[in-house]
Nanobody, 123 residues
Framework: QVQLVESGGGLVQPGGSLTLSCTVS??????IGWFRQTPGKQREGVAC????????YYRDSVKGRFTASGGNSTVAAYLQMHNLLPEDTAVYFC??????????????????WGQGTQVTVSA
């Protein structure tokens, strides 16, 4: 059974930090993509981590603040988020696909989205 589970979200003040975790079962993967979505908007790519190469890329608005990394035997990947801004508020998802590196859009169909984890940045 394929299952992706995101965790680690929460309510944080502007400037705060959170670390999201992604667990994957039932799928092989070489990379993990992080996406986020707010109500009424399309899902947008946030980051991609290539687990084989150890390389990553990010959408411009999170560069220098977010870091994607590989996990361990139980966690597929992490997304460390620092200096969070109110505009980072969204439901965050992980996937075994990555967003397009040029426009950070989802260009590959993915059928196994999890529930996501809510990140709320508010004073």
């Amino acid at each position: 059974q394929v299952q992706l589970v995101e965790s680690g979200g929460g309510l944080v003040q502007p400037g705060g930090s959170l670390t999201l975790s992604c667990t994957v079962s039932g799928l092989r993967y070489l990379a993990i993509g992080w996406f986020r979505q707010t109500p009424g908007k399309q899902r947008e790519g946030v980051a991609c981590i290539s687990l084989m190469a150890g390389s990553s890329y990010y959408r411009d608005s999170v560069k220098g603040r977010f870091t994607a990394s590989g996990g361990n035997s139980t966690v597929a990947a992490y997304l460390q988020m620092h200096n969070l801004l109110p505009e980072d508020t969204a439901v965050y998802f992980c996937a075994t696909i990555c967003p397009n590196s040029r426009n950070m859009r989802q260009v590959i169909d993915f059928a196994y989205w999890g529930q996501g984890t809510q990140v709320t940045v508010s004073a």
